[in-house]
């Protein structure tokens, strides 16, 4: 596709459920970024792939959430047993290096809401 | 205290007007400089990156960045209605590849 695609763009869930989030990256980036945004704030930097690795994790808050991108291209964001504050904007990015300096491509996200 | 501040806004200004948006930062080991745009209900775009200290212009579009004082600016001369979004300052290289971002500020233009 031309852009970073995200799925779903709105997921309604029930607290306590498990949630997987989509995205594929832009065809041949191999950096990929998962970022949450909650209503009125930046985005805030969740988990950095190179290739199938998980580069940097130390944004995801807790064992609660989990990432995988097995073929290092689709990557799906997991979240087990939901909490009404996971309620956010889920945002995918991907870049076509691992530079600091290279640019990120945004989807336009997934925007969750738990009840 | 955050590592980057931006104030909220909202910022209305009138068409053809002059906008300047600014943060303000905590760590000293930032490298990289970004701004990005966001339409509602869209993820963000990157505007203008600057690397280190300095100047940047693209068009009407204009970056500084002053590691000095830890503040950046973004300028935007001759704003037009088009240009109502949220803009949010980007910054990097301060350990691990994590991109830290402001609040964003929503920029409002009157025609």
């Known amino acids: 596709g031309a852009g970073v695609s995200q799925t779903p763009s709105n997921k309604v869930t029930e607290k306590g459920k498990y949630v997987e989030l989509r995205c594929d990256p832009i065809s041949g980036h191999t950096a990929l970024y998962w970022y949450r945004q909650s209503l009125g704030q930046g985005p805030e930097f969740l988990i950095y792939f190179q290739g199938t690795g998980a580069a940097d994790d130390s944004g995801l808050p807790n064992d609660r959430f989990f990432a995988v991108r097995p073929e290092g291209s689709v990557s799906t964001l997991k979240i087990q047993r939901t909490e009404r504050g996971d309620s956010a904007v889920y945002l995918c990015a991907s870049s076509p290096g691992w530079g600091l300096n290279t640019e990120a491509f945004f989807g336009q996200g997934t925007r969750l809401t738990v009840v | 205290q955050k590592e980057v501040e931006q104030d909220p806004g909202p910022l209305s200004v009138p068409e053809g007007a002059i906008v300047s948006l600014n943060c303000t930062y905590s760590?000293?080991?930032?490298?990289?400089f970004m701004w990005y745009r966001q339409y509602s209900r869209k993820g963000p775009e990157l505007l203008m990156y600057t690397y280190s200290s300095g100047n940047k212009e693209d068009g009407r579009f204009t970056a500084q960045v002053d590691k000095s004082s830890k503040y950046i600016s973004l300028f935007i001369r001759d704003s037009q209605p088009s240009d109502s979004a949220t803009y949010l300052c980007?910054?990097?290289?301060?350990?691990?590849?994590?991109?830290?971002f402001g609040a964003g500020t929503r920029l409002f233009v009157k025609a």
């Open positions: 760590n000293s080991a930032f490298q990289y």
């Open positions: 980007a910054m990097s290289g301060g350990g691990g590849f994590k991109t830290i």
